[in-house]
């Protein structure tokens, strides 16, 4: 199959783009999505949510090329799965020349997460996610960052709509979105996702096209995950029916200015008593986990 603008063979068969035109076309659609849901200004200071993984590098490289950016990664403890992004994740930052910081739960909490899920009953990825969510909000304030950008696709948003819907839970689902949350709180930093109109597939490509130099390694927790299990559900049903994702992200953003109205008077959060975190309960979901631990 050729490319449909030029006669060079084409690297992806649903865009019909060569090598040159889909890269032309994957960063035009990342900074159309900034420039339309004003995601990042010129005078922002934009803290990168990385992994060391296809999506989170992709995301750091574009914003790089245009806006102050500063990396950072948080290292879990998870063995023979972390280690090796953040081997991947270093060579890149020296490679672009890009600020680097790495935050770890072991010297933040005093364990890995290893040994908290050895301890506690919840689901991996429930109480990675709290965990990560904590560290990056917290570091991503003390690096003075005015926004804080994540590597989520629109695979990802699509399963955290279906998510939500199954377990009835459409409160969360009024944070999502491009731009992330429901009111303004100087103490979180709002959240962006400027892959959120590109699918996962067209990510690897870009991340393969580029040479990023991405092993493509799945965290060893992640098929427990009920996110795994929609994720299969849907590219189940998208390869079918052509086009699922994008229609339940087009229908969600229809619907998300009412869900945002609707649950705003729910999101005025308190501050832990304990690390002064923001938190709905006295004590914040990782406070609460430290005490199961100990």
Do not use: W
């Not at 999506?55 to 245009?66: F, G, H, I, N, P």
């Not at 010297?107 to 990825?125: A, I, R, W």
């Not at 304030?141 to 939500?164: C, F, I, P, W, Y």
């Amino acid at each position: 199959m050729k490319c449909k603008k030029c006669n060079k063979k084409a690297v992806h068969l649903l865009t019909g783009f060569c090598k040159d035109h889909f890269i032309q076309y994957f960063e035009k659609k990342v900074y159309k999505t900034i420039k339309d849901y004003n995601l990042v200004e010129k005078k922002d200071r934009v803290v990168v949510a990385v992994s060391g993984g296809k999506d989170s590098l992709s995301v750091l490289y574009l914003l790089s090329q245009k806006y102050d950016v500063v990396a950072l990664g948080i290292d879990e403890g998870i063995k023979g799965y972390r280690d090796d992004t953040i081997v991947d994740l270093k060579r890149f930052c020296e490679k672009y020349g890009i600020e680097l910081k790495i935050v770890s739960i072991k010297d933040e909490f005093g364990f890995t997460l290893d040994l908290v899920l050895k301890k506690v009953e919840d689901k991996p990825c429930t109480v990675c996610g709290a965990i990560r969510r904590y560290m990056i909000n917290k570091y991503a304030r003390e690096l003075g960052a005015t926004k804080l950008a994540t590597g989520h696709n629109l695979d990802d948003e699509a399963q955290s709509v279906l998510m939500n819907l199954f377990r009835n839970q459409q409160e969360i689902s009024a944070r999502l979105g491009p731009i992330t949350g429901i009111i303004k709180d100087e103490r979180f930093i709002p959240r962006i996702k400027p892959l959120y109109f590109l699918s996962e597939k067209e990510v690897t490509v870009y991340a393969l096209l580029m040479k990023f130099g991405v092993g493509f390694i799945e965290c060893p927790y992640s098929v427990e995950s009920y996110r795994n299990t929609i994720a299969d559900l849907l590219n189940d049903y998208e390869q079918k029916n052509p086009g699922t994702k994008n229609g339940i992200i087009k229908s969600f953003l229809n619907m998300l200015p009412d869900l945002k109205k609707k649950y705003a008077s729910d999101e005025k959060p308190n501050a832990c008593v304990k690390c002064g975190e923001p938190s709905k309960q006295e004590l914040c979901r990782v406070c609460q986990l430290l005490e199961k631990v100990k």
